[in-house]
């Protein structure tokens, strides 16, 4: 399984995505494709997208944690690694809870 979620793609990238996955929501796809199309779309991703297309990408993996997280350019959130996981921290100023 493979989750793109994005703050904007190139038109003709977007048109080619929706090929294998679903959108359901504006610039978030999903697709249950094989580990091999997955790695090419990461790549075809990679090489033509701007930074400002602020992509994540996970992706499912075979060895634990069974998961990979990539990125291209500024996007809301940032990747981080903490013992050897990956996650996704939220920028300072973004989330804030509040408690009464």
């Known amino acids: 399984m493979i989750v793109v979620i994005a703050n904007d793609l190139p038109p003709a990238v977007r048109g080619r995505m929706k090929l294998w996955f679903i959108e359901p929501r504006p610039n978030v796809f999903v697709s249950g494709i094989k580990d091999s199309v997955a790695d090419k779309v990461v790549d075809y991703l990679m090489e033509h997208c701007p ?34 996981m990956q ?13 009464s």
């Open 87 to 99: 996650l996704v921290q939220e920028k300072d100023g973004i989330a804030k809870t509040t408690t």
């Open 51 to 84: 930074p400002e297309s602020g992509i994540i990408i996970f992706q499912r993996i075979n060895i634990p944690p069974f998961y990979k997280i990539r990125g291209l350019g500024d996007h809301i959130r940032t990747l981080a690694e903490i013992s050897g």
